[in-house]
């Protein structure tokens, strides 16, 4: 578990460095800040239960496992990266280990979410599905729709919202009516919790009991998980817009970061030792070193690759 | 001699003009049926030509300028005598009567660019009524003889529809479609009408009926196979015609002095007869020499630079046109030049030429005088880029000094090849040409 | 052989495809009640856990489908009506047209969308769109567009067969237009275009009902000697550009006929081919016979004149011909 948000925090650190010197092209939306509730939410879930996230995506497919190198590869481009160059920072999934992808059109992953839940209950599989979305994706028409359906035919879908305070420069609650988005559970039918996001044991067991509940052919439970994040909506987004003071992010950095506060709690209460922690950092470190290293040696994609995979049975129909 | 050139009434309700662009400028020298200057009258637009050769001393009416018809325009300083045809100085508003002589087997008086669409129209000029001044045929009225479906609307071309396949075909099979008449909707030209075209046989409708086609059985004729002399000549005659563009200057001569001079000449050597055309291929060097610019072959990459004259004659053997070669003529004496032509004609004759006695050159002359042949223009041999066309010396009326005379005239009609010269420069060629031809002293000097 | 209509095609299409493949189901808005005689006997076959009632959710439920067609699922969505799509457009092209290719290949989304077009039926704007046109300018998307009822059958067979999302416009004019129907079983390739009438002078190119129009209008025009061919391309996306090509060479004329709305209709997709690849053998100018570009009017001597018409395209062709 600490290892897991370990390897988010220093790949993310690392990705936001790359994206600075241009080896990453387009944008980059880092997750630093919300490892808790990424890796308390996917450590609940067996690898072959589903998983789809958002533009945020660099931390969901880390955090449900996957290796690093496939992720690196892909945010600097090369033909080795996950989506073979053609999906980029929003884009990052491994679908060994999710198997529904990262979209970036906010929302536009609740139904799906709900979808491949019902897949499985149709195939008669245990499997459930897990969907991470924003609190701004919380007001998009799909996260009406999809919960309603995953409620009414009891689909075993964990919705955890990512709330870190802000859609882009947006508060949540200048747009939300409701003090929590959990609160809009009742209105499907369906269990709403909310948790603090930071603390990624409180995370999981509400994310476990919510697991148990789908499997248990129970329905859909709506987690709301209290978080935020260090850097800006996306890695060049220019100026500052001045919707957060750096106050704010230094008193989360100080006082709320998941790392220093799950480190803090297992070193006291759990008897792990300091030096196996700082181990883990050291290893994770050179993982994505190593990562990174792999991203840099592998070639890039044939401007002709463009043109498969918009069709399995023959490429785009260029004149 | 001074000649009032006066703005010309082109059709009856013609009442002035606008002169819309001079051509020329003040001391310029003037081709006789070079255009000169441009009209707008009634809505057409219309190119005038020099109505002599001389030098345009005067603009007296700017351009922009509307003025009634017969109005001075220009005053022009005639060459030497000045042609017949010249606008005469006269009060009167009607339109200026043809001169008198225009003879019947003359190609008639015509605009540079009425010839060419004649040419490529294949239209007779003989049958065109001309509308220019002194009954001068313009590009206008070749097309409205020619009914090619270019309608004579003031110097302005209607494009005529060709649909895509049709242009397609004509790309294949290298046919020029300005020949083609077309049998769709509109006078559109369909594929059928490029695929079923033939060269040279198509004469335009209206002009000429063509003669009517005798069904093959009917034996009014007899298929006689090409000779590779044939061939040759219908190829590159083709292919002149296709690729290079020709435009055409014409001097009319005075040769009684070329004529005394000859005769002087014979005298003293009679065994080494010099003919009219010696001279004219002595002149044609001499001012090829004069006019360096004129003495060039074009090619793709660059312009040959001559730096002698190789002149070409025309000779009519039995099987076909030959054009063996003097070379260096302008360091030959007349008798060494017309040694040499006699020479070369009798081989070409028997046949007994080398390559390299027919192929090359700089210019050609080409002479129809002995078969009366007042006027003609030729087609350039390539690698040519001019050929001088001569005609018969006649004893013709002559101005001078504002009184009638006779001299003995003789019509030369320059074709050149645009792409390596250009109108001033050819001027210039057959204007040194001429004085050489008209003062024969100087070409010993 | 049987005769069948083409809903009965439809409906036959989906219930051996269910047999066959357990993956198959269908979703959509009053399936189980069957408005169409689509799903008749699918229930009592394959029982409500593969016919399902959606709620009135079009994005959420191409959503589901979505996520359930990329997990091993073949869901067929019902929309009802063409315009009904709409709602469902993010869905439609952020998430099935995209996600094969986003995701280099990791996995595709092998559902079907089905809507009927009616139109010229005083429904007025917002319920008489045929939009197929729209989705042809999105890569990754298949549509068919059938024209009759052995075409709907072999079509939709092959998309439900399908890994890639496809789209079927089912034009309601068609619904009772009956075809022989072969007992065996077949599958119409997709990409493949048919030539529904073989001729000379010009190709009439014509999508879905359009083709009962190109024909009709081919044996009036047959009479003044003029021989028409008339092309069928089935599916236009893919297009079948080379047998489109080809009849356009042959006869050198070219007239589409396609009841979406003209700007950047279907009918404008072949003619720019035409125009572009077949232009030396062109004999004449493409032309184009397709709906007005106005919203649709309730009122009938409003509506009625906007629709292609047979006479419209005897004059298209004869345009061709001047």
């Known amino acids: 578990m600490y290892r897991r948000m370990r390897r988010i925090r220093t790949f993310e650190d690392r990705a936001e460095e790359v994206h600075r010197n241009g080896e990453i092209p387009g944008t980059c939306h880092t997750s630093q800040g919300q490892e808790g509730e990424i890796v308390g939410a996917c450590m609940a879930l067996r690898l072959d239960d589903y998983m789809v996230g958002n533009h945020r995506s660099h931390g969901h497919p880390i955090g449900k496992g996957a290796k690093l190198d496939g992720l690196m590869a892909e945010l600097l481009a090369r033909k080795t990266g996950v989506c073979s160059g053609k999906g980029g920072s929003m884009h990052l999934a491994d679908f060994s280990v999710g198997r529904l992808g990262e979209t970036s059109i906010v929302g536009s992953g609740i139904p799906v979410a709900a979808g491949a839940a019902l897949g499985a209950k149709m195939q008669g599989l245990d499997r459930v599905s897990l969907c991470f979305f924003g609190d701004g994706a919380s007001n998009e028409g799909t996260f009406h729709e999809g919960i309603n359906m995953a409620a009414n035919w009891k689909l075993p879908v964990i919705f955890l919202c990512e709330n870190n305070g802000y859609a882009v420069s947006t508060p ?27 603390d990624v044991l409180a995370v999981y067991e509400v994310v476990s009991e919510a697991v148990r509940r789908a499997r248990a052919g129970e329905g859909p439970t709506l987690v709301e998980a209290k978080t935020y994040r260090y850097l800006d909506h996306a890695a060049n987004m220019g100026r500052d817009l001045g919707y957060r003071t750096d106050d704010e992010v230094a008193q989360w950095r100080a006082t709320r970061d998941p790392i220093a506060l799950f480190d803090k709690r297992i070193t006291t209460d759990m008897g792990i030792k300091e030096a196996d922690l700082r181990q883990i950092d050291d290893e994770v470190l050179k993982e994505v070193d190593a990562a990174l290293d792999f991203a840099r040696s592998s070639p890039f994609p044939d401007a002709r690759e463009a043109f498969s995979d918009v069709y399995g049975d023959r490429l785009a129909a260029v004149a | 001699m001074l000649i009032e050139f006066r703005l010309p009434q082109f059709g009856m309700g013609m009442s002035d003009g606008t002169i819309t662009k001079w051509f020329k400028a003040e001391g310029d020298l003037l081709v006789e049926g070079e255009t000169l200057l441009e009209i707008e009258a009634a809505k057409t637009t219309v190119e005038v030509p ?116 049709a242009r397609r075909a004509a790309r294949e099979l290298g ?23 033939k060269p040279a046989s198509t004469a335009a409708p209206s002009a000429i009926p063509a003669p009517s086609p005798v069904a093959a059985s009917g034996a009014t004729f007899k298929e006689v196979p090409h000779s590779k002399m044939r061939q040759i000549i219908a190829q590159r005659m083709t292919e002149s015609k296709q690729t290079v563009p020709h435009f055409y200057l014409t001097a009319h001569c005075e040769i009684d002095a070329l004529l005394a001079a000859r005769a002087r000449i014979n005298a003293a050597f009679p065994d080494e007869k010099v003919s009219v055309n010696d001279f004219v291929i002595k002149a044609v060097a001499s001012a090829l020499m004069k006019v360096p610019d004129a003495n060039v072959t074009w090619t793709d990459a660059a312009m040959q630079r001559h730096s002698v004259a190789d002149i070409a004659m025309a000779v009519a053997t039995e099987g076909g046109l030959i054009t063996p070669i003097v070379r260096g003529a302008e360091g030959k004496t007349l008798r ?42 030729a087609i350039i041999n390539p690698p040519h880029s001019c050929i001088f066309a001569v005609g018969a010396g006649l004893e013709k009326p002559v101005v001078r000094d504002g009184a009638l005379a006779v001299a003995t005239v003789m019509t030369v009609t320059l074709a050149v090849d645009h792409r390596a010269v250009d109108g001033a420069v050819a001027a210039l060629l057959l204007s040194r040409f001429k004085s050489f031809i008209e003062e024969p002293l100087s070409l010993l000097a | 052989m049987a005769t069948k209509t083409f809903l009965e095609a439809i409906r036959d299409a989906q219930y051996e495809e269910m047999a066959r493949d357990p993956a198959v189901f269908v979703m959509g808005e009053d399936v189980e009640s069957n408005m169409f005689g689509t799903f008749s006997g699918l229930m009592e076959e394959f029982g409500p856990d593969r016919v399902r009632n959606t709620p009135i959710a079009e994005a959420g439920m191409t959503g589901v ?258």
């Open chain 1, 172 to 198: 949540i609650g200048t747009t939300a009516a409701v003090e929590n988005i959990a609160d809009r559970a009742a209105g499907y039918g369906i269990p709403g919790v909310v948790v603090d996001g930071q």
């Open chain 2, 50 to 165: 020099a109505p002599v050769g001389g030098r345009l001393k005067q603009i007296v009416v700017a351009a922009d300028m509307n003025v009634p018809v017969q109005t001075v325009i220009a005053l022009i300083e005639g060459e030497g005598a000045a042609n017949s045809d010249a606008t005469p100085l006269a009060e009167e508003a009607d339109v200026p009567t043809p001169a008198a002589e225009v003879a019947e087997a003359a190609k008639p008086k015509a605009t540079p660019l009425a010839r060419r669409a004649a040419e490529a129209n294949g239209v007779d000029l003989g049958s065109v009524q001309g509308s220019g001044p002194g009954g001068r045929i313009c590009r206008d009225d070749v097309h409205a003889a020619s009914g090619t479906g270019q309608a004579p609307d003031g110097g302005k071309r209607v494009s005529v529809q060709v649909e895509p396949r």
């Open chain 2, 175 to 197: 046919i020029d479609l300005d020949r083609v008449t077309g049998s769709g909707p509109n006078g559109r030209i369909v594929e059928a009408d490029v695929r079923s075209w």
């Open chain 2, 336 to 377: 060494t030049i017309a040694a040499e032509a006699k020479d070369l004609a009798g081989r070409a004759r028997n046949g007994g030429l080398s390559p390299r006695e027919y192929k090359g050159g700089s210019a050609s002359v080409s002479n129809l005088g002995m078969f009366g042949v007042e006027e003609f223009s």
């Open chain 3, 65 to 322: 489908a979505i996520g359930a067609a990329m997990v091993g699922m073949r869901p067929i969505v019902d929309y009802t009506m063409a315009p009904f799509l709409y709602p469902a457009f993010d869905q439609i092209i952020s998430m099935a047209a995209k996600t094969r290719y986003l995701y280099g290949g990791q996995g595709g989304v092998p559902v079907v969308l089905r809507s009927n077009m009616i139109y010229g039926n005083g429904n007025s704007a917002q319920h008489s769109d045929r939009p197929y046109s729209m989705f042809m300018n999105m890569p990754g998307l298949n549509i068919i567009v059938p024209s009759s009822a052995y075409e709907m059958k072999g079509l939709l067979k092959t998309a439900i067969r399908n890994n890639d999302p496809v789209l079927s416009f089912e034009d309601v004019a068609l619904w009772s237009s009956k075809s022989e129907i072969p007992e065996e079983e077949y599958l119409i390739p997709f990409g493949v275009a048919d030539i529904k009438r073989e001729g000379e002078d010009v190709t009439i190119f014509a999508i879905g009902a359009m083709v009962n129009l190109a024909l009709a209008a081919a044996e009036e025009l047959a009479k003044e000697g003029v021989s028409c061919e008339v092309i069928d391309p089935r599916t236009v996306a893919p297009l079948d550009r080379a047998a489109i090509l080809k009849s356009a060479r042959k006869t050198g004329r070219f007239v589409a006929v396609d009841c979406s709305f003209e700007a950047c209709s279907a009918a404008s997709e072949v003619c720019a081919l035409v125009a572009e690849q077949a232009f030396w053998d062109l004999r004449g100018p493409v032309k184009r016979v397709t709906t007005m570009n106005t919203h649709i009017p309730f009122s009938p001597p409003m509506e009625k004149q906007l629709y292609p018409s047979v006479e419209k395209v005897i004059d298209a062709v004869r345009y061709t011909l001047a």
